[in-house]
């Protein structure tokens, strides 16, 4: 019998099934890495639209107070605006020396503070002005 022969081939470019599976978990690492980061820009990019629309919700609601006479402005009550609660208080105050005295007797000036947030978030505008009386 005769015996054959065989060249050994072996081509330098082919990879070995180690090789494959390194350069896969390598690449898995970098993908899990990539989700990772989407999901914390995703969820902070959220968190800023939440904090935009408590600031707009706020503003409307102080720009309504400041369109009333100041009569009027103790009437104004809280709503909710889309998943957002906006409440308004509105508290007579008196200024002692250079300090600003909570007096709800007083007719003279009032302290307007509107507060708007969403339940679940630590989303939250708030406001504060003070308003004369009208002369």
């Given at each position: 019998m005769m015996k054959k022969k065989f060249k050994k081939l072996r081509l330098v470019s082919a990879m070995t099934l180690i090789e494959m599976i390194a350069a896969m978990?390598?690449?898995?690492?970098?993908?899990?890495?990539?989700?990772?980061?989407?999901?914390?820009?995703?969820?902070?990019?959220?968190?800023?639209?939440?904090?935009?629309?408590a600031n707009f919700y706020a503003q409307e609601m102080m720009e309504k107070a400041m369109s009333k006479d100041f009569v009027a402005v103790s009437s104004l009550t809280n709503y909710t605006r889309g998943s957002f609660y906006v409440n308004i208080t509105v508290v007579g105050c008196t200024l002692s020396g250079n300090t600003?005295?909570?007096?709800?007797?007083?007719?003279?000036?009032?302290?307007?503070?509107v507060t708007a947030s969403r339940p679940g978030t630590s989303a939250k505008a708030e406001m504060t002005t003070l308003r004369a009386a009208d002369l």
């Open positions: 978990i390598v690449l898995s690492i970098a993908v899990y890495s990539l989700v990772a980061v989407l999901q914390d820009v995703t969820s902070k990019v959220g968190f800023s639209e939440d904090i935009a629309d600003w005295v909570v007096d709800p007797a007083n007719t003279t000036y009032k302290v307007v503070t």
